[in-house]
């Protein structure tokens, strides 16, 4: 099973900064990785999937970069609203799998 | 628009059955191209892949899980399963159905919260 592990676990910004979310896999996903995000008592979101593309409906301030074994999602000015858990998810191999979570919050 | 709705499930104690259906409103389970998932979430945890299925029946299980796990569909009903037999407190979370494409969660449910406990 491809493990992923995310960096850092938390990340304090303000609004407007600029967040860089790390995702690193155990072993080559080529470009078969997606970011979520979610909130609190809600199901993750779709935001990026192989590893650049955005989803409907994503602002594109929202950003995906990385292949192989290394992957950032970028968040180029905060609003409000971004402050949550994120996470990245490979489905190279079966089983597909999650990393363990960035949780953005504001500082 | 798609809307995916899981059964409540609540307290399921330690050694029984854990079964959830997922209802599926807006479009139909028999679409082509989607598969049909069911992903939980322990507290404080990242989300985990139980399995999906497809419209044909095909389905394919977490081999961590594979023993316990049945996931069918009902094309009459749209809606699709999970059975978890054997339960235990580490079965604990919340379990999400969604509509899966390319391997990728595009449209959840709202998720069930399933405790087990004696």
């Known amino acids: 099973e491809i493990v992923l592990t995310q960096s850092p676990a938390t990340l304090s910004l303000s609004p407007g900064e600029r967040a860089t979310l790390s995702c690193r896999a155990s072993?080559?996903?080529?470009?078969?990785l997606a970011w979520y995000q979610q909130k609190p008592g809600q199901p993750p979101r779709l935001l990026i999937y192989d590893a650049i593309s955005r989803a409907t409906g994503v602002p594109a301030r929202f950003s995906g970069s990385g292949s192989g074994t290394d992957f950032t999602l970028t968040i180029s000015s905060l609003e409000p609203e971004d402050f949550a858990v994120y996470y990245c998810?490979?489905?190279?191999?079966?089983?597909?799998?999650f990393g363990q979570g960035t949780k953005l919050d504001i500082k | 628009q798609l809307q995916l709705q899981e059964s409540a499930s609540g307290l399921v104690k330690p050694s029984q059955t854990l079964s959830l259906t997922c209802a599926v409103s807006?479009?139909?389970?028999?679409?082509?191209?989607?598969?049909w998932s069911w992903i939980r979430q322990a507290p404080g945890k990242g989300p985990e892949y139980i399995g999906y299925?497809?419209?044909?029946?095909?389905?394919y299980y977490n081999p961590s899980l594979k023993s316990r796990v049945t996931i069918s569909i009902d094309r009459s009903k749209n809606q699709f399963s999970l059975n978890l037999n054997s339960v235990t407190a580490a079965d604990t979370a919340v379990y999400y159905c969604?509509?899966?494409?390319?391997?990728?969660?595009?449209?959840w449910g709202q998720g069930t919260m399933v405790t087990v406990s004696s």
């Open positions: 807006g479009g139909s389970i028999s679409s082509g191209g989607y598969s």
């Open positions: 969604a509509r899966s494409r390319d391997g990728y969660a595009w449209v």
């Open positions: 299925i497809y419209h044909s029946g095909s389905a």
């Open positions: 998810q490979q489905r190279n191999n079966w089983p597909n799998t």
């Open positions: 072993q080559s996903v080529s470009a078969y």
